[in-house]
């Protein structure tokens, strides 16, 4: 990491608002990855709610090997570090998903929705697909009380993992994307004629994550997964899923408590994912 810039308005307002928790902001100029740094300090013992967020990232990741890339300052950028009990570990990706899109609402004034399983997409008008607005990345380290010579062993509801969570935002982009993104990719300048301050965003964004992360502690799961639900692009689509292993279409009917996406196929059966990449297909 290079030179730190100020945060200090964001650890101010949230010293003392919903987003306490997170009131340990540390904003940096440019780092390869703000998930690596992070995932090093929880290593390092470092206590939950540390935010770090960057103006740029030269070794952005997003799921499945994937780079996550934007221009400098053109984006909010940030990993939160987390240390919920086993049981709520999946619901974390989820918290993040909906404090971020109600944060883009009040900041930014339109609604986005979320794809399962990580995006904030901006929905197409019928003969466009749905545009990547954010993606999330969510890493666990789990405790070594997990792990036995013989294999995985499930870790106790009880026990706590090290989660970090990143999030990278498009706020400001160019107007003409390169073509590459210009299909798939939107920034919050494209959608509204709002200034969006990036800090700004930062506060509401924790803020919101503060109490929904608060009651998944507490092993409320519901209010989350409602609120998921109400901004879902996924539930009620046709869609294709690749797992990895096997490539299957259906139609995205609901999750289920631990965040996992249902879908009924069009063998007619009704199969249960827990991770996966989909497309989102369009009707007809």
Same mark, same amino acid.
């Given at each position: 990491?290079?030179?730190?810039?100020?945060?200090?308005?964001?650890?101010?307002?949230?010293?003392? =608002?919903?987003?306490?928790?997170?009131?340990?902001?540390?904003?940096?100029?440019?780092?390869?990855?703000?998930?690596?740094?992070?995932?090093?300090?929880?290593?390092?013992?470092?206590?939950? =709610?540390?935010?770090?967020?960057?103006?740029?990232?030269?070794?952005?990741?997003?799921?499945?090997?994937?780079?996550?890339?934007?221009?400098?300052?053109?984006?909010?950028?940030?990993?939160?570090?987390?240390?919920?009990? $086993?049981?709520?570990?999946?619901?974390?990706?989820?918290?993040?998903?909906? @404090?971020?899109?109600?944060?883009?609402?009040?900041?930014?004034?339109?609604?986005?929705?979320?794809?399962?399983?990580?995006?904030?997409?901006?929905?197409?008008? =019928?003969?466009?697909?749905?545009?990547?607005?954010?993606?999330?990345?969510?890493?666990?380290?789990?405790?070594?009380?997990?792990?036995?010579?013989?294999? *995985?062993?499930?870790?106790?509801?009880?026990?706590? $993992? $090290?989660?970090?969570?990143?999030?990278?935002?498009?706020?400001?982009?160019?107007?003409?994307?390169?073509?590459?993104?210009?299909?798939?990719?939107? $920034?919050?300048?494209?959608?509204?004629?709002?200034? /969006?301050?990036?800090?700004?965003?930062?506060?509401?964004?924790?803020?919101?994550?503060?109490?929904?992360?608060?009651?998944?502690?507490?092993?409320?799961?519901?209010?989350?997964?409602?609120? *998921?639900?109400?901004?879902? @692009?996924?539930?009620?689509?046709?869609?294709?899923?690749?797992?990895?292993?096997?490539?299957?279409?259906?139609?995205?009917?609901?999750?289920?408590?631990?965040?996992?996406?249902? /879908?009924?196929?069009?063998?007619?059966?009704?199969?249960?994912?827990?991770?996966?990449?989909?497309?989102?297909?369009?009707?007809?």
């Amino acid at each position: 990491m290079v030179t730190c810039v100020p945060g200090q308005r964001a650890r101010t307002a949230l010293a003392e =608002g919903p987003g306490s928790r997170f009131a340990d902001v540390r904003w940096v100029a440019e780092t390869d990855s703000t998930n690596v740094d992070m995932m090093e300090l929880a290593r390092q013992g470092e206590p939950e =709610g540390i935010v770090l967020v960057a103006d740029h990232q030269t070794a952005g990741r997003g799921r499945a090997g994937r780079t996550w890339t934007a221009p400098p300052g053109a984006g909010l950028l940030l990993s939160v570090l987390l240390r919920p009990p $086993a049981a709520v570990v999946d619901l974390c990706t989820v918290a993040v998903a909906v @404090a971020a899109a109600d944060a883009v609402e009040q900041v930014a004034g339109f609604s986005p929705r979320l794809k399962w399983p990580n995006d904030l997409v901006w929905p197409g008008d =019928g003969s466009a697909a749905d545009r990547k607005l954010a993606g999330i990345l969510a890493e666990a380290d789990w405790p070594a009380s997990s792990s036995i010579s013989a294999g *995985w062993k499930p870790p106790a509801d009880h026990d706590r $993992a $090290a989660v970090v969570v990143g999030i990278g935002l498009n706020v400001q982009w160019p107007a003409d994307l390169p073509e590459d993104l210009a299909d798939i990719a939107v $920034a919050m300048n494209h959608v509204t004629d709002a200034t /969006v301050d990036r800090e700004d965003l930062l506060i509401a964004l924790l803020s919101e994550l503060g109490p929904r992360y608060q009651a998944l502690l507490a092993r409320d799961r519901s209010t989350l997964l409602d609120a *998921w639900r109400s901004r879902s @692009a996924t539930l009620g689509r046709r869609i294709r899923i690749d797992t990895g292993a096997d490539e299957v279409e259906g139609t995205a009917v609901d999750i289920t408590d631990d965040g996992h996406l249902v /879908v009924d196929t069009l063998e007619g059966t009704r199969r249960t994912f827990a991770v996966g990449d989909i497309v989102h297909l369009r009707p007809g």
